[in-house]
């Protein structure tokens, strides 16, 4: 590509794609509302509120791809989530459809199910039951990129990423859990995929104790190589939390017992 735009650049998995995607590219342009660090060899960096539309349409042209991690990734009070996850996520389509519909890979969540409990083996053909309103924020991004792709075309990765960090935190994260190196894997299958759909793909690494069927990942040639099994002694040893606890019980942890947030 020539210029890859990554949104939400100065969060945690934003920092890690402007480390680790430079050769996908000629350029990264990487937007954030917060702070970011100056522009090095091969980068833009643009300041950009995903809420604000003419500021989005600016940002969008010149890209051949997008790896959107913007806007709210937690649970907010449900202004702060309409701006940044649902304003912010049509203001981008919009955009793009405006600028040759480049190829989106769209950063949802495994909080689209977190109702689900443990037990449970899902396919992404299953009814969403997402456990608060950034839950609810991230199937309103899946059903928005499915439209575009059935109105207009517009190709879309919907990536349901379960947790991912240098290694998992707890019993649940064994199950969730996505390794830096496949999470930079999966992007690069996405991009380079010669055609791509409007598939959903968990984003979960090749974990024994995983709930997910991952078999839409192959579609891309995509198999993640990490498991969280090797952290299984380590995790162990931590304290069991009781077994009636949102942790224990359901996919989606503790977000389930998130109250709804007034500010």
């Not at 050769?23 to 917060?34: E, G």
């Not at 955009?95 to 199910?113: C, K, Q």
Request: one cysteine or more; aromatic letters at 8%.
């Amino acid at each position: 590509m020539k210029r890859l735009l990554i949104t939400g650049a100065a969060g945690t998995l934003g920092k890690l794609a402007r480390a680790r995607l430079g050769h996908m590219a000629d350029v990264l342009r990487l937007a954030d509302i917060a702070d970011m660090d100056p522009a090095g060899d091969g980068e833009e960096v643009v300041p950009c509120d995903l809420a604000d539309a003419a500021a989005v349409h600016d940002l969008v042209q010149g890209c051949d791809g997008i790896l959107h991690l913007g806007g709210i990734s937690v649970e907010r009070s449900w202004d702060q989530i309409q701006r940044g996850n649902i304003t912010g996520v049509y203001n981008l389509y919009e955009a793009a459809r405006a600028h040759g519909h480049p190829r989106i890979l769209f950063a949802t969540s495994n909080h689209t199910i977190g109702y689900y409990r443990q037990d449970q083996v899902l396919r992404v053909t299953d009814p969403v039951k997402p456990d608060g309103l950034y839950g609810v924020s991230k199937c309103f991004g899946e059903a928005m990129a499915s439209m575009y792709h059935s109105k207009f075309g517009q190709e879309t990765a919907l990536v349901r990423i379960g947790s991912c960090l240098d290694k998992p935190r707890d019993r649940r994260m064994m199950s969730t859990w996505l390794s830096p190196d496949d999470f930079v894997s999966l992007i690069e299958c996405v991009f380079r995929a010669p055609m791509l759909g409007c598939p959903i793909i968990w984003g979960v690494s090749d974990n024994n104790a995983g709930w997910w069927n991952t078999e839409t990942a192959k579609l891309i040639g995509w198999r993640p190589k990490d498991n969280s099994e090797i952290f299984r002694v380590e995790i162990e040893a931590t304290p069991r939390p009781p077994a009636d606890a949102p942790q224990s019980v359901y996919q989606g942890g503790v977000f389930t017992a998130e109250p709804i947030h007034k500010t």
